[in-house]
C-alpha cells in the first residue's frame, strides 16, 4: 500500500509518502513541505496548496490519502487555516478518484510511539527509526505527514485484512 500523508497547514503542509504493509518493512517515498507566504490572499495560498497536493498525487500515485484529522485548538485562525488546508487535501484526493481517511494526532502518535500524547520530537525519532532515515525529516510537519502515513499503513492494512477475512467467512 502506497499512503501520501498530509499535516494540513497554510504556511506550512507537511507531505509524505510512504509504501508497505502492516507487519513488514517500511519504505519512504518522498517527503517535503509545502509552503506559502503568510501575506498573500487566502485564496492565492489555497490554489497554491492545491497545486502541490495535486502535483505530489500524480507524481508518487499513492493507493489512499491519510490527512490530519483537525482538531479543536484555542487559536481560531489557526484551526479555521487547518481546516481549509485540509479541505483542500481532501479535495484533491477525491478529485483523482482516491480514497480519504482522517486519523486524529493522538492515534497517529499512539500508533507510531505507542503514546498517544507523545510530543514532537518522540514523533519524528520514531518516523525517522522506522523508516530508516539517516537524518530526522524537517521541519516538524514533514514528519508528522510521514507519521500519518505510517499510522494508516498500519492501521490501515490492518483493517482492510480484517474486512477481506469477514467477506470470506460470509461468502463461505
Known amino acids: 500500500m502506497r499512503v501520501l500523508g498530509v499535516d494540513p497547514g497554510l504556511t ?11 507487519g513488514r518493512k517500511l519504505t519512504p517515498i518522498a517527503y517535503d513541505v509545502a509552503r506559502t507566504p503568510a ?7 489555497l490554489l497554491a496548496l492545491e497545486r502541490e497536493i495535486e502535483q505530489w498525487i500524480r507524481t508518487h500515485k499513492p493507493d489512499v490519502v491519510a490527512v490530519e484529522r483537525v482538531f479543536a485548538q484555542h487559536n481560531v485562525r489557526t484551526v479555521m487555516g487547518t481546516a ?12 483523482a478518484g482516491l480514497p480519504v ?25 520514531m ?7 539517516d537524518t530526522a525529516p524537517k ?3 514533514t ?5 500519518l502515513a505510517i499510522c494508516h499503513v498500519w492501521r490501515g492494512g490492518m483493517q482492510q ?5 469477514r467477506m470470506k467467512v460470509v461468502s463461505a
Open 12 to 22: 506550512r503542509c507537511g507531505l509524505g509518502v510512504v509504501e508497505g504493509a502492516a
Open 39 to 45: 501575506g498573500d490572499d487566502i485564496a492565492l495560498r
Open 84 to 95: 481549509q488546508a485540509a479541505a483542500v487535501a481532501i479535495t484533491s484526493a477525491a478529485r
Open 101 to 125: 481517511v482522517l486519523h486524529t494526532p493522538s492515534e497517529v502518535k499512539a500508533a507510531v510511539t505507542g503514546n498517544g500524547r507523545a510530543d514532537k520530537p518522540q514523533v519524528t525519532a
Open 127 to 133: 518516523v525517522t527509526r522506522l523508516l530508516g532515515l
Open 139 to 141: 521541519p516538524a510537519d
Open 143 to 147: 514528519a508528522d505527514a510521514l507519521a
Open 161 to 165: 485484512r480484517l474486512q477481506e477475512a
